[in-house]
């Protein structure tokens, strides 16, 4: 999995914990912001500021403390990317919302469609 450079202010950690303290649901926008913060809860076993790089690779199995739900593109199939969403959606949600974007002709990679995905 490549490495990532990320930074997590002070300001957004501790709006971050106030929202997890009062049950609230954490929404990541991509899955840099995902990679961002369940890698800075693996490593403090909370969230706080961080600056620095991750290199955590997700893939079915992996245990998210953070993220409740994910707005993510259409990955590459066989990428380190579609391991991530599926260990984070399910392997049956993901085929069956890769089926629906098939065969209604959306748009994948980087500039393409996006899905809304929740935790499984």
Do not use: W
Not at 6 to 11: G, R
Not at 65 to 72: E, K, M
Not at 74 to 101: C, D, Q, R, W
Not at 102 to 119: H, P, T, V
């Amino acid at each position: 999995m490549h490495s990532e450079r990320i930074n997590l202010s002070k300001e957004s950690s501790e709006l971050i914990k106030s929202k997890l303290n009062s049950k609230g649901r954490i929404i990541s926008v991509g899955t840099t912001s995902l990679r961002c913060l369940e890698s800075i809860f693996q490593k403090f076993g909370e969230i706080r500021p961080f600056e620095g790089e991750t290199d955590i690779f997700i893939y079915p199995g992996f245990k998210f403390n953070v993220i409740d739900a994910l707005i993510t593109n259409f990955h590459l199939p066989k990428s380190t990317l579609m391991l991530l969403v599926s260990a984070f959606a399910g392997e049956s949600t993901i085929n069956k919302a890769y089926e629906h974007a098939i065969s209604n002709e959306y748009r994948f990679f980087s500039y393409g469609d996006a899905m809304f995905l929740n935790r499984s």
